[in-house]
């Protein structure tokens, strides 16, 4: 099974980029800052994670330190996780 | 000179010499249009935007139309009728409402809201807003849906995504319909369209691409909000009009433009804003508004993203370059 971040970066790459693979970006580049992503694709991000990880992301939590990059993301579902447990 | 709310001052007499001279060589030499059609909705900036097209072409040369629809406010309307009066222009209602329900613009939004709130019904009251702190956190921007029942209890959710782009895609019907009435009295007449959008609307994306986002000239789309307020007095408009809250007037629920979009006082954001654009270090600016520097940093950070995320808003249709031999 393919590892967290691998599959954040296909979903980002299928749904913002139209399967592009030629645009890179690191783990650590912000979606925003490299236009990848608006407040609109914000919203997109956070009905993916909820539907597909199956956490509830609180009106709290929708800052750029948990969404605007793969390593946010990434760190973000971690931490949401371990909290389920 | 040192940074303070001041710096947003302008010479009022000065700028509008200077804006009036340009709206006459615009409309005149560019567009050879024979005056001006405007939307006003009793708000600062149309009224503004009134008031400078009557000094540029005279009171006999500018049409001006209010178009209500089955949610504004009935005092807009008031006030827009009294603002033609005052400036002495002629002026007609184009109510929209029965136009906008044969889009089924209410039902295709109302739809949207009751798939997040299935009690929802036309008694209700609804607006979408964004979260209100920005000044604490680096928050995104990402809508939350209010409704309020006819007893006046709300109720708050954040949107889903589909349901966001259903209720923004049916309200931006609201904007488009008056664009295509102002045309076809600007075409009627041979004039051009005065575009009402102040800096911080045109920059930071707050109007609807081919709706109010279009018109043939903007000749306020370069002044803050605070400075199109400063012109006020210099164009004699009306006390009610400069005191007003600005207001989207688009949602059935009274929305401030502050709730919907900007997040911070006009007084406050502006200030950083130019604090920006001059590179004045933040704990300068922060300094003189008597705030924290990680306050500055989020609105700076929030208006950045803005001009950033709406720069598709402000372009014309893309075009793919001819391949070079």
Redesign the interface.
Known sequence: MADLKSTLRQYIIDNFLFGDTETKFADGDSF??S?IV???G???I??FLEGEFSIKVN??E????N??SLNNLDAFINRKKAQLN | MSFSKEVIRIDAAKETDRIVGEMRRIVGRVLHKRGAVIGISGGIDSSICLALSVKAFGADKVFALAMPEADSNPESAVLARKLARHYGVRYIVENLTAALAGFQVYQRRDEAIKNVFPEFDATYKAKIVL?DDLLD????????LTIISPEGEEKTA????NE??QIVAASNFKQRSRTNMLYYHAERLNYAVIGTGNKNEHEQGFFVKYGDGGADIKPIAHLFKTQVYQLAAQLDVPKEIQGRTPTTDTYSAECTQEEFFFRVPFEVGDAIWYGMEHNVPVAEVAAAMKMTTAQVEHVQKDIA?KI??SEYLKANPYHIATEQE
């Open positions: 925003m800052d236009g608006d407040s609109t914000i919203l997109d956070i009905t009106d709290d929708i800052v750029p330190d969404l605007d | 979260p956190k680096d928050t995104l921007n990402v809508y939350r954040r949107i889903p995504l966001y782009l993203r950033r995320t």
